[in-house]
């Protein structure tokens, strides 16, 4: 059974940092493209960022570029996104994303090219 489960997030302060993973199990996590992506409340869901299967391509939405990192440690099947400089609009609901493929970074933020998701782990930056 694939299982993708989301950790570490919470409140914090407006400039303040967090970072929230993802466990993944059941399939070939070191084959796998991954990324992150957040739905705030009303809105649709939104790529934060994404990373090859390598750990040596990423790429970001320009709101977090400079501020959020992702990673990922294929010997753990974990991914991370460590997030810096916190503003109150990122507050959402953060999901991990995987692909059983090469990373289509033509059409990355579009939700329907991931194979597998997350239950989500919420992030809330108060000012």
């Known amino acids: 059974e694939v299982q993708l489960v989301e950790s570490g997030g919470g409140s914090v302060q407006a400039g303040g940092s967090l970072r929230v993973s993802c466990a993944a199990s059941?399939?070939?996590?070191?084959?796998?493209?991954m990324a992150w992506f957040r739905q705030a409340l009303g809105t649709e869901r939104q790529g934060v960022a994404i990373i090859s299967a390598s750990g040596g391509t990423t790429w970001y939405a320009d709101s977090v570029k400079g501020r959020f990192t992702i990673s990922r440690d294929n010997a753990k099947n974990t991914l991370y996104l460590q997030m810096n400089s916190l503003k109150t609009e990122d507050t959402a609901m953060y999901y991990c994303?995987?692909?059983?493929?090469?990373?289509?970074?033509?059409?990355?933020?579009?939700?329907?090219?991931?194979?597998?998701w997350g239950q989500g782990t919420q992030v809330t930056v108060s000012s």
């Open positions: 994303a995987a692909r059983r493929a090469f990373c289509n970074f033509a059409a990355w933020t579009d939700t329907h090219t991931y194979t597998y």
């Open positions: 059941g399939y070939t996590f070191g084959s796998s493209c």
